[in-house]
């Protein structure tokens, strides 16, 4: 039997000490700095949890393994839920209380998470834009010049989707149709965060600039229209 293993505990498996030591609030005697922080950190740890489905599916969809990706993609589904529980809690913040600690943010932007970006790429959108992003690490930016070059989860669709069948599939129909449909899930899911954040924004700073300089919730409130299938939505559309 290996030592390591037997010795493990829940602390040391899921590493706590580490984990519950990051949250360092900045600003002196300001009570919901500590709720900022780790709203955030539980956003990027499902982040990273959904690059890792996100990942799979469209591996399985490549590979042709369809009802696997529809689990794993319905499972991204079920995450986008805990997302949008998670701004919920950030609604909890007054504004003046958001206002105590916002000036210790300095240059700090929630824009700047790379794994959001990796999210979007990995989906379907690919904006070039992202290479002009000074802030990103030099790990960062070697993944999502990666995530840039793989193909999508639409790639990964369309590989095991014939020409003849295409038209059903999209509309939902045929053995293609149930993983269309957890493909829209996903879709519906992250645009619903994205509208979610911008209600969040707007009760917290109005229409006020956002954190290191960006345009806050008018930026946010002009992509919650784009779609990652819009080919999906739009034949959805056709049937009615």
């Given amino acids: 039997m290996n030592p390591t293993t037997t010795s493990l505990t829940y602390g040391t498996y899921l590493r706590l000490p580490q984990l519950l030591g990051q949250q360092l609030p900045q600003a002196a005697a300001a009570h919901d700095e500590h709720l900022f922080i780790t709203v955030h950190q539980v956003h990027e740890l499902w982040f990273k ?18 009802a696997v990706a529809v689990r794993r993609l319905r499972r991204c589904r079920e995450i986008e839920r805990a997302l949008l529980d998670a701004l919920t809690l950030l609604d909890t913040m007054a504004p003046d209380e958001f206002e105590a600690f916002r000036g210790a943010l300095g240059t ?12 979007e790429a990995l989906s379907a959108r690919r904006d070039r834009r992202t290479r002009s992003m000074r802030w ?48 829209l899930g996903h879709d519906e899911g992250w645009a619903l965060w994205r509208a979610r954040h911008v209600r969040v924004v707007e009760r917290q700073i109005g229409k006020g600039r956002g954190t290191a300089g960006s345009s806050g919730a008018a930026y946010l409130r002009e992509r919650t229209g784009e779609r990652f299938f819009p080919e999906l939505w739009e034949a959805r559309g056709a049937v009615l």
Wanted: aromatic share 6%.
């Fill in 49 to 66: 949890q959904l690059l890792v489905e996100l990942t799979d599916a469209r591996d399985r969809m490549l590979a042709g393994e369809n």
């Fill in 108 to 119: 700090a932007s929630g824009g700047q998470s790379a794994q959001f970006h990796e999210i």
């Fill in 136 to 183: 990103l690490t030099a790990a960062e930016r070697a993944r999502l010049d990666r995530r840039l070059l793989e193909p999508t989860l639409w790639d990964g669709f369309l590989a095991g989707l014939p020409q003849a069948g295409r038209a059903a599939a999209f509309r939902g129909e045929g053995p293609l149709g149930e993983l269309a449909d957890a493909l």
